[in-house]
């Protein structure tokens, strides 16, 4: 029965989820997402996350496509200073040399943020992406990150239940 | 180089989009927007949307997988049963029914809600993602949708920020 589905049988296990280091640079993140994009071009969503890791091997954070995204503000930001002109240099070098090296550590969301529980069910994990408008997320099993579970796998299960219903 | 590229550039063509008619019923689009999901060493991969076509096959919006699920009552349950998680399931199935009359042309989001233009430059595109919270832009010429532009496929222009 589709309703019943647990988030462990739908997740992406943690060991195939695309992961890099916390002092990692943006640029490896970049290319991590590139080699992660399925094996056609075209519309196609593969992962729109990676998962973070210390220097210990823990499991940290999440840096999604959305966060990525943000930097462009931040450049924007960048332009409309050099615009105001000299007064604001002193500032404008401190603050362009701190984002300029941004490691993967900056803009990552912590991992233990939210999660979802290997036993909870399909619908609970749909409920909390849509709630908290995330794509994807952390799968928690006795304290330790398992898998991932994303919305296009939770939209496959819910689809199933949908269609059964039809028959 | 990624200083002199447009929106064109980044953009996928409309022809990789699935389709769904403007009076399709919400089930329709879930059956279709599935069929386009492809497993691959068992992580499925797939397109985030739907181009809703109007009764002249011209692309009339957008529906995301987001919103399909908004659209069959997901969300609708937060408000009671949140807590409830023992009988949750099986409230939740006898709810998880989409209304049967509900169709796509009004969940869709309009194709002229917030667009982008096949000249715009990546940077304008991507401010416009982040004002509206949306991953996916309609790009609009003319004569009407060519395009879509999605976060993913502005990376190279991000990397260029880097």
């Known amino acids: 029965m589709p309703a019943r589905r647990k988030v462990r049988e739908i997740m992406v296990p943690v060991t195939a989820y695309p992961r890099v280091h916390e002092d990692a640079s943006l640029h490896e993140v970049v290319d991590l997402l590139r080699e992660s994009a399925p094996p056609e071009k075209g519309a196609w969503h593969g992962y729109q996350s990676v998962l973070v ?15 990525l995204l943000k930097l462009v503000r931040l450049r ?12 604001w240099g002193a500032y404008y070098w401190q603050w362009y040399r ?13 991992v233990r943020a939210v999660t979802v529980r290997a036993d909870d069910t399909v619908l609970r994990a749909a409920l909390i992406m849509l709630w908290r408008h995330f794509n994807s997320l952390p799968v928690v099993d006795d304290g330790i990150v398992v898998g991932m579970v994303r919305l296009l ?6 689809g199933e239940l949908l269609e059964a219903d039809e028959e | 180089m990624t200083g002199t590229l447009r ?4 953009m996928v063509g409309l022809e990789h989009y699935p389709t769904v008619g403007a009076g399709a019923t919400v089930l329709e689009a879930v059956v279709a927007l599935r069929q ?3 497993r691959v060493e068992g992580v499925w991969y797939g397109p985030q949307l739907l181009v809703v076509l109007d009764e002249g096959g011209r692309p009339a919006g957008l529906l995301t997988l ?7 009552g997901i969300k609708d349950l937060c408000a009671d049963v949140w807590f409830r998680s023992e009988a949750w399931s099986w409230y939740a199935l006898r709810q998880l029914r989409p209304d049967s009359t509900m169709r ?7 194709v002229d809600a917030v667009t982008v233009h096949p000249d715009d430059s990546p940077e304008e595109a991507a401010l416009r993602m982040l004002d509206h919270g949306v991953s996916h832009l309609p790009v609009t010429a003319g004569n009407g949708v060519v395009g879509i532009l999605r976060v993913i496929d502005l990376l190279p222009y991000i990397e260029s920020l880097l």
């Open chain 1, 53 to 67: 890791y210390d220097r210990r091997g823990a499991l940290v954070g999440l840096l999604t496509l959305r966060g």
């Open chain 1, 76 to 87: 924007h930001l960048d332009r409309d200073l050099r615009v105001l002109g000299a007064s």
């Open chain 1, 98 to 110: 701190e984002t300029r090296g941004l490691r993967v550590r900056d803009i990552m969301r912590p």
């Open chain 1, 153 to 158: 796998d939770v939209f496959w299960v819910l």
């Open chain 2, 7 to 10: 929106v064109k550039d980044f």
């Open chain 2, 36 to 38: 386009s999901f492809r």
């Open chain 2, 66 to 72: 987001r919103a399909l699920l908004h659209a069959v």
């Open chain 2, 104 to 110: 796509v042309r009004e969940i869709m989001r309009p």
